[in-house]
């Protein structure tokens, strides 16, 4: 089978892409996929390091503001086809997948023109623009959220599935997890905060309030943070500030190479609320506190914590709302009430499908055959 995957610009759409190339590698081993992404995207970085081969296509998003570039971007809407049809036609691929992002818009659009399958699988809650606009043109839309399909009106093209994780996300038990990561058996609570992999400076100061008003405090709570690779700095000054790194319990990193093990190993999880995200956080059944970003299109990172929040699987905090006496009452509430945090460890479960991989593989053999 030969595949062309595109979704790119942030890591949220890049990610379950390579989950999704993992379902057909380890369905059609001889598989031939390449991706197809913006030269600025993330994509960049990680495509490669894959050993995937990385097509180009130049498309941007539409600013909402009156600006300049919506012009180039107007430029690039007319002619983005017509290199994503070269691409098709010297790639010949058996059908095309996309996870979002604007990327996908063109490249979707011209394979659905040329009568090749396509499918494209949306993450997020609120559907993005690429989405909404190829809902009608694409042969199947899956979706993590049931409620997106409402948003997306009766379309029976749309298909709720989950969403995928990489087969390196899988789940190891709380107990080896904490073995491996040197967890003293006197820690009875694991508090793991982060705001992704470049940071978030108002997850920093939460995860230091936390630290410097609770786990210091208890000698049975040990706190991990990833304060990552832009905000590192200076969460480690504040870090230091409070006389919090002569605390051995007490963890600063600007980056956590093994997260599946330390989201194993937590019982409490304070982080953003990206898709993917949350994904690990229902199949692994834990705890958490969300501080959704402001700072992303649509808003989705809150209308994804919100559907947590609504099922009682998750506390939501907006950056808005966000102090210490808040975020640390929240985390002591969570910690001191084993049928509370119970409670949030079953109810995020339930947001966790069963079999994604075998569903998603289903569409795609589908699509395929009936070619």
């Known amino acids: 089978m030969r595949v062309l995957m595109t979704g790119g610009g942030t890591g949220g759409h890049v990610y379950p892409a390579f989950a999704i190339a993992e379902i057909i590698k380890a369905n059609y081993p001889d598989s031939e996929i390449a991706f197809v992404g913006t030269e600025k995207g993330i994509e960049n970085s990680l495509v490669p390091k894959e050993g995937y081969k990385l097509y180009h296509i130049k498309i941007q998003g539409i600013r909402r503001s009156l600006s ?55 993450s997020n809650a609120f559907p993005g623009v690429a989405v909404r606009q190829l809902k009608t043109r694409v042969d199947a839309v899956l979706t993590n959220f049931e409620s997106t399909g409402e948003l997306l009106g009766d379309n029976a093209r749309v298909i709720n599935v989950g969403n995928p994780l990489r087969r390196s996300c899988s789940v190891i038990d709380k107990a080896s997890a904490r073995k491996k990561l040197g967890i003293p058996d006197s820690i009875n609570t694991v508090i793991l905060s982060f705001g992704g992999s470049l940071g978030a400076a108002r997850v920093n100061q939460a995860a230091i309030d936390v630290m410097k008003g609770f786990a210091s405090e208890r000698e049975d709570v ?48 304070i982080c953003r609320a990206g898709a993917m995200t949350l994904t690990e956080l229902a199949v692994m059944g834990k705890a958490a506190i969300l501080i959704p970003s402001p700072n992303v299109t649509d808003n989705h990172q809150y209308k994804n914590a919100k559907q947590l929040q609504d099922g009682n699987g998750a506390v939501l905090i907006e950056e808005s709302e966000l102090t210490a006496e808040l975020i640390v009452g929240k985390v002591k509430e969570i910690a001191d009430n084993d049928a509370y945090r119970h409670s949030l460890e079953e109810n995020v479960r339930k947001f966790a499908k069963e079999d994604v991989e075998k569903s998603i593989y289903n569409v795609i053999k589908e699509l395929v055959d009936k070619k």
């Open 68 to 122: 300049p570039s919506n012009i180039k971007t107007a430029y690039y809407v007319m002619t983005s086809p017509s290199r994503a049809k070269k691409i098709i036609k010297e790639f010949s691929p058996d059908i095309v997948i996309g996870t979002g992002g604007y990327v996908c818009w063109p490249l979707l659009r011209a394979a659905s023109s040329m009568n090749i399958p396509t499918l494209v699988h949306e």
């Open 222 to 269: 040990m706190h991990f943070h990833s304060g990552g690779s832009r905000g590192y700095e200076n969460a480690k000054v504040l870090f230091a500030g409070y006389g919090l790194e002569r605390n051995e319990r007490l963890v600063m990193s600007n980056y956590l190479y093994d997260m599946p093990t330390y989201m194993a190993a937590a019982d409490i999880v």
